[in-house]
């Protein structure tokens, strides 16, 4: 009756699926490329020469992946011997941002203008083309890799082209325009073996530098078309990829509502992790629901939820654990400064009372930045 | 800021113990000495000859255990060495029912009527007296050892009792009167480490041949006295034992309301499972607060919940999982009758909605008895 999951990384996502695995009866085993693994639960492969993909194979019965950056030929290779979820077109996709944008435009998904450069020269032109000469800033970012605000910058006239290309070009660069949103938002849905897919309540997400700091939901001023539109989108995704877990679509929402596709990952997502203490089924848990071909749980709401990261420093666990309706995750990380080391999830039964425990939170959490949510005017 | 928790037993309770810290940063070492552990998390010392004690030592900050058939002598070396929590003298109290009974007279708490006697024709009068000349029944049980109805004989009549002292007797019993109650009890308590109390609402709980089946919480008709009652008992036990961690109490209801104290565990116990998805804190987490030293969390329950032992068999996971607001909960154990592998957790937003999903999910696990409510007219 046990199921052996194999995952390709091993990290806090790693860790929280194994944490919502248990329950299942599933165990792990995690093959860890990096050579400094943090699941710290089941068994950890650590295979920096590509050795141990034998041994791995061996101990799993079907394999998923907690991180994007991975080689699509490995896991190839690994289709052909274990069932891997989600598949290796849907990782081909999400990890190189002009196949991602070329899957949006397919399906119909708005997105935010862009360009694909593989020059200096081209770059400059779409950041004067892009940029409307100077009126607006625009965004590059390597077309394959970086995240967490890493291999990006944002410039505001074609004469910043050149230290830019310098920085995070000579490879093939996408160019974003800016455009006017209210706010970053999340969609959140997972699809089972069976087809069948489910959606998460979506969140308002805020980023610093890059890293996301809070993640609220369900929103108090988003109207259930909007939340439709959003399962359309991720629902042709889905469906175009026969995708099975979670796939987790960020979108900008613009000031008339409307919702423009900014990227996906095929994966559990740091803007899902409220759903651990604030929904009635946990993404950890939904995923690997898809992944062992069992069906799927609620997604509905329990609370008013907010996930506040816990970035560099750890602050004093006591101290959060006094205030009301507080939960706590830590990965078991060192301190270091920019490093994910946790997360609270904050549940309240009415929004005004998140917010000041919110409010409260960051205020014991060391370098937060004060929270602040497009919906308090 | 790790915390490395010691835990004295390696079954499916020290695996949700695990489960349950890992998320506040705790990491765990299970020291085993039955030779057939089962919480396949963390490190496991198997230590069936009594010589891993000083590793064990080694890996921790501080140790509890999961359950409470332990040699009081080895808990009292830890002691010398680490933090042990609950104390060495709870644990005396509570796997001695003669003991127990004592501190619940001390501290004018209720129980049935009961002898502890050494003899057979100690028992035999035992039987007389409490059974009132053969007008009810008595339960003998052994003073020490013995859980889940093992070591334990109903005795009718006084000609029965030279079978009940061949079989569980030539050592210390406890002969209890029955009593005619409406329903069996238990109220879960923590207390930190600065002496405050929690508490959880008190479930009905279910046996069938001495095996818990099922868990209600909260009571539709359990009226604030008597659970203020419950609070009392279990507070006046708390403080007399400078308990630290969570302590259970099984109680008799009888049909005026009045409670009668029947045992304590001193653990996390069955009877709480529903507090995993059916309170804010669940009790395992609120038993590693107080064994970290750290705030204690709610124990508010968020909606109407029923704990379903899985026992013997394990059922089909894709038919239970199909069912509205069920948590599964596997231990990872082999089938074999009469062992616990796991239980459900069926979450309802009414009492009706709930009792339906319960008949379901026992229509779902092979075995199961119906499941029979007090409060069900």
Redesign the interface.
């Known amino acids: ?2 199921t052996r999951i194999g995952v390709l990384g091993a990290g806090q996502l790693g ?1 929280m699926l194994a ?1 919502a695995g ?4 599933q ?1 792990f085993v995690f093959l860890d490329t990096s050579g400094s693994p943090s699941a ?2 089941g068994t950890t492969l650590v295979d920096v020469q590509g050795e141990q993909l034998d041994a791995f194979l061996a101990q799993v019965d079907s394999v998923t992946y907690e991180f994007e950056h991975l080689p699509v030929e490995l896991v190839k290779k690994i289709e052909q011997h274990k069932p891997v979820f989600p598949s290796s077109r849907a990782l081909a996709v999400c990890q190189n941002r002009g196949l991602e944008k070329a899957l949006f435009s397919q399906l119909n998904i708005p997105t935010p203008e862009y360009r694909l450069v593989n020059t200096l020269a081209d770059l400059q032109q779409a950041v004067a083309e892009l940029g409307q000469q100077g009126q607006r800033a625009v965004v590059a970012k390597t077309v394959t890799e970086g995240y967490d605000g890493k291999g990006q910058a944002v410039l505001r006239s074609v004469e910043e082209a050149e230290a830019a290309w310098q920085r995070i070009g000579n490879r093939e660069l996408i160019v974003e325009a800016f455009v006017d949103f209210v706010r970053e938002v999340s969609i959140i849905a997972v699809r089972g073996q069976d087809g069948r897919a489910v959606f998460y309540p979506m969140a308002e997400n805020h980023h610093v530098d890059g890293i996301l700091r809070y993640s609220l939901a369900p929103l108090p001023d988003l109207s259930e078309a909007v939340q439709q539109q959003a399962e359309q989108y991720i629902q042709a995704l889905l469906n175009e990829l026969e995708y099975v877990g979670v796939l987790t679509l960020e979108l900008f929402q613009q000031a008339d509502g409307r919702l423009l596709a900014n990227e996906m990952a095929p994966r559990v997502h740091n803007s899902g992790h409220w759903t651990q203490n604030g929904a ?1 089924t946990s993404q950890f848990e939904n995923h690997l ?1 898809a992944v062992a ?3 799927l ?2 997604t509905t709401a ?1 609370a008013h939820t907010c996930m506040v990261n816990i970035i560099g420093k ?1 602050g004093d ?2 101290q959060l ?2 205030l ?7 990965y ?1 990380k060192q301190e270091r400064e920019g490093r994910k080391l ?1 997360h609270l999830n904050l ?1 309240a039964a009415d929004l005004p009372g998140l917010l000041q425990q919110v409010t409260a939170a960051s205020q014991c959490l060391p370098g937060a930045p004060a929270p602040v949510f497009s919906f308090v005017k």
Do not use: C, K, N, S
């Open positions: 009756m046990m860790q944490l248990y329950p299942l009866g165990r710290d639960i009635v629901r071909g069992l069906p749980g609620a329990l750890q666990a006591a654990l006094q009301e309706g507080t939960h706590l995750h830590l078991g946790g549940v």
